[in-house]
């Protein structure tokens, strides 16, 4: 089993940046994490996600250039770091861990955090 935790969401104003974090109870050194993202109305969707070695193999198009994530497995830690948001970035930010990073809603990943809240508003 494995727990995860995000943290990190907030209120922020347009252009403003974030970075959430999504912390493991163990190790997380052998699993993929991907970052995603539901909305009021929309189906959840992945927004970046990183392999168990650190190659970033997915970015969303409304993320790339914006967004980017990393991860410090001694930590126990990854981190997503979204920059110049906007308010159609508005979503609970989920992080996920062991799953596919070509599995774009998350279907089969194995373990979730409870999801942090970003809102972008003036």
């Known amino acids: 089993q494995l727990a995860l935790v995000e943290s990190g969401g907030d209120l922020v104003q347009p252009g403003g940046s974030l970075r959430l974090s999504c912390v493991a109870s163990?190790?997380?050194?052998?699993?993929?994490i991907g970052w995603f993202r539901q909305a009021p109305g929309k189906e959840r969707e992945m927004v970046s996600c990183?392999?168990?070695?650190?190659?970033?193999?997915h970015q969303a198009e409304s993320a790339k250039g914006r967004f980017t994530t990393y991860r410090e497995n001694d930590k126990k830690t990854a981190y997503l770091q979204m920059n110049n948001l906007n308010v159609e970035d508005t979503a609970v930010y989920y992080c996920?861990?062991?799953?596919?990073?070509?599995?774009?809603?998350?279907?089969?990943?194995?373990?979730w955090g409870q999801g942090t809240q970003v809102n972008v508003s003036s």
């Open positions: 996920a861990a062991e799953g596919p990073c070509g599995d774009y809603r998350g279907y089969t990943y194995r373990y």
């Open positions: 163990g190790p997380m050194k052998y699993v993929t």
């Open positions: 990183i392999t168990a070695r650190g190659r970033i193999t």
